[in-house]
Structure formats: C-alpha cells, structure tokens
C-alpha cells in the first residue's frame, strides 16, 4: 500500500533537483557497500540496473537489520514502527521532529518511509535512529591559504588562489570530512551548524564557561557573516537504508580576510579524532559526500581546484 501525505512539499527550497544534478548510479554507491558499517551485517546485491524503485524486481529479498543500540531505544531514536503508540507523522513537522525530507515527498510502503533514490539492499534502520530523513548539519568553513607575509597563495599551475577548510578526522572510519552532525529535534539549522563546528573543531565541550564565552564572541562574526546554502538533501551515505536515510543542509561560512578565524585553536573533539586546516583539491579523498560539496566551495569562490584543462562547453 502506497501513500504519500498530503503535507506541502518543501523542495522549492532546494536550489536544484539531485535527479537531475546527479544520475541514480552515482547516487548510490556509499549506500550499498558491504559489510554494513559496524556490523557484520551483508546487504543483498542490488545490481545497478535495479536500483530504482521504478524497475519492477519481484525478487528482490533485502536482509533486515537495525542495530542494537537503535533498538535499545535512546533518546534521540525513533521507536520500532509496530511500536504500541508510536503513529509518527510522515512527511510532515511531527512535533519537534522534521520528518520532511528536502528533497520533497517519499513514499511510505506497508507503513514505511521509502529511500527517494532506491533499493539499498536492507531495510530497517541501521544505525539511524529516525524511520525516513535523519537530518544532519554540515558546515563548511573556509579561509585563503595565505604565506608567511599574509599574502593569498596561488597554485603554481593553475594560478587561482587555493582554498583551505577545516577538516576533522572521523573517529569512526577515520576518514576526513566536514564536521557536522545530527539535527536536534527543534533545533534551527543555524544552531546546529554552529555547535557542531563548536564542538567536534574546537572541543567546546570540554572548555571552561569564560573559554567558550571567548570562542563564541570570535565565532559570532564568522557565523554572522553572510553564508553560501553549498547542498540541501539526500546524501549517499553507508549507513542509509531502505526505510532511513541521511540529508543534510552543507552550509559555507568564508573567512575572506582570515581575522575572523586566525586566533581560534583548532582542537579535536567528541566524534573527532584530528582536526587541522586542509588545502582544498580534488586530489581530497573525503567521507560521504563531502568531496562534492567542498568542489561547489571551490567553484563559488573561483578557487583552485584541480590541474586538468577544463573542458569547453
């Protein structure tokens, strides 16, 4: 049984449609990689050519997992979907919780949001705690690569000036990426942002009340400062399933002079294991897809990227 609610959609946000930006075949391959992440757990095989929804695969028998710790029912976690009294609003604000997606309606199947792109493989959720979009923060913070008399360094073949971002490595698969992290239920995206650069980039968690005082006064500026919206939606990510998905709002804040972020001590914390300043290129081998929204970084700021010719249209 097909159904998709009659809440508005609230894609005319979206400043482009992923179908068209990106084709499906790019768009899943994170979510279909085995073993699933932190489990031994094997997806069945979704051959390309199956992937959409609208390919009929009478067949198809994905395996169904969702982690223990999900199931153990914390805070920020969903219930299980037969749940007595659990009747969760899809498609819709469902009180705190946003269980809009961002890329516009989803079909719920047998009581059961849908993954927008296609088959994953498995159904459940995973290590996600919501049924449908689990929503997350990514902020992407950026300054010029400047040498020792706070000139802007170009690159030697390319000339453009190069772009640095701060980067974190994750403690969970020790991949690099932008720090970034779950939206808390009534939280604005701007908060998040925020705190999640706060926290896993400068570790406030563990600084005393007068040290984050200061680093709130050094961020307020930055973070005041007009921002560039890089991605809003779906991400291709390996914890997606069938039935949970990841999408995130990928936001810019540029340090154009450097004051702003030049005194603020870089410090690892809570899911991260380093963090330090990265030179952007595309030579970047990032989590997710992470790569993508630092080369739409790059592109705003017509910055150095890659070495290759570009092509002519």
């Given at each position: 049984s097909f159904s998709i609610s009659p809440a508005a959609?609230?894609?005319?946000?979206?400043?482009?449609?992923?179908?068209?930006?990106?084709n499906t075949k790019v768009f899943h391959s994170k979510a279909l990689t085995s073993p699933y992440p932190r489990s031994r757990i094997e997806r069945s095989h979704v051959p390309e050519d199956k992937v959409s929804w609208l390919v009929e695969w009478k067949d198809y028998n994905p395996v169904e997992y969702?982690?223990?710790?999900?199931?153990?029912?914390?805070?920020?976690?969903?219930?299980?979907?037969?749940?007595?009294?659990?009747?969760?609003?899809?498609?819709?604000r469902d009180g705190e919780v946003e269980r809009r997606s961002l890329n516009g309606l989803y079909v719920v199947e047998n009581g059961r949001p849908r993954n927008p792109v296609g088959r994953t493989g498995l159904t459940g959720r995973g290590l996600l705690g919501r049924w449908g979009p689990n929503h997350a923060a990514d902020p992407v913070v950026t300054r010029w690569k400047r040498d020792g008399s706070g000139n802007k360094v170009a690159h030697p073949v390319t000339?453009?000036?190069?772009?640095?971002?701060?980067?974190?490595q994750r403690r969970d698969c020790g991949e690099w990426a932008i720090p970034g992290g779950m939206v808390d239920p009534g939280?604005?995206?701007?908060?998040?942002?925020?705190?999640?650069?706060?926290?896993?980039?400068?570790?406030?968690?563990?600084?005393?009340?007068?040290?984050?005082?200061?680093?709130?006064?050094?961020?307020?500026?930055?973070?005041?400062?007009e921002h560039f919206v890089v991605y809003r939606g779906y991400v291709d990510d390996p914890r997606n399933t069938d039935n949970a998905w990841m999408e995130t709002e990928a936001v810019n804040y540029h340090d154009e002079t450097g004051e702003a972020l030049d005194n603020l001590p870089l410090e690892a914390g809570d899911d991260a294991g380093k963090v330090k300043w990265v030179d952007i290129s595309e030579k970047l081998n990032l989590y997710a897809n992470h790569s993508y929204f630092i080369k739409l970084v790059t592109e705003r700021w017509e910055a150095h990227w890659t070495e290759e010719p570009e092509c002519q249209e």
């Open positions: 959609s609230w894609s005319c946000l979206h400043p482009f449609n992923m179908f068209n930006s990106y969702t982690a223990v710790s999900i199931l153990a029912g914390p805070s920020w976690a969903d219930p299980q979907i037969n749940d007595k009294g659990f009747s969760p609003k899809f498609n819709e000339g453009k000036n190069i772009l640095q971002f701060v980067a974190i939280e604005k995206i701007s908060a998040t942002l925020k705190r999640e650069f706060e926290e896993e980039a400068l570790n406030s968690l563990q600084k005393s009340p007068e040290e984050k005082a200061e680093l709130e006064k050094q961020l307020h500026k930055l973070f005041r400062e």
